[in-house]
């Protein structure tokens, strides 16, 4: 536990307000670029997806309609992005996490908007133990879209590792809010209900 927080450094603050406030627009560097009729065409189908997933109550459908919302997410709309993703995928299953990391930073600034580079440096860097920086890179995907569960069940793993019950139910509260079916996450939020009822009474 105490490793874990000596690498976290995150004010329990500016998570609720992360939790709290979803971002509207994306960040200035990216209001400069023009939308594209293919990144819009991807927004409409994300959308629609999004409205299926928060309708759809049978898990093994909604497990289909979320594999769908991923595989939209890691298409960048750039050949040499797509590339690069599957070049840091490759290093990652070889077990070679810098040579990986490298190329995740390199896909992210060829594309600071490509939600999925970010998420998978999250990813990464939860597995070397590099928590704050995860959450960093996490607060980047949910900047660029606030629906991304899965980047919500990373920040409830590291909140809830750190000993930050109340901001982990939090964060698998708008998982659910996104992602109804998952039995993982009502399961999550069920254990983490009973464990903070407890320590209540």
Wanted: aromatic share 6%.
């Amino acid at each position: 536990m105490a490793r874990i927080m000596s690498k976290l450094f995150i004010p329990a603050a500016s998570v609720a307000f992360l939790l709290l406030a979803a971002p509207s627009s994306m960040s200035a560097d990216s209001a400069a670029e023009p939308a594209s009729s293919e990144m819009t065409t991807s927004k409409q189908r994300l959308d629609s997806l999004f409205t299926e997933l928060k309708r759809e109550s049978d898990p093994d459908k909604a497990r289909d309609i979320a594999d769908r919302i991923r595989m939209e997410w890691q298409d960048s709309g750039s050949a040499s992005v797509n590339l690069l993703m599957q070049w840091a995928a490759k290093a990652v299953q070889s077990s070679r996490q810098p040579a990986a990391m490298d190329v995740l930073d390199q896909a992210i600034y060829l594309a600071p908007q490509y939600v999925d580079g970010w998420n998978q440096r999250a990813t990464l860097h939860f597995q070397m133990g590099n928590y704050r920086k995860s959450m960093s890179d996490i607060n980047r995907v949910l900047a660029i879209e606030p629906r991304h569960f899965g980047a919500l069940a990373g920040m409830a793993a590291i909140l809830t590792s750190a000993g930050q019950d109340e901001l982990a139910l939090r964060a698998w509260e708008q998982f659910l809010a996104i992602y109804p079916a998952d039995r993982n996450a009502q399961s999550q939020l069920g254990e983490l209900e009973e464990k903070l009822a407890g320590n209540r009474t």
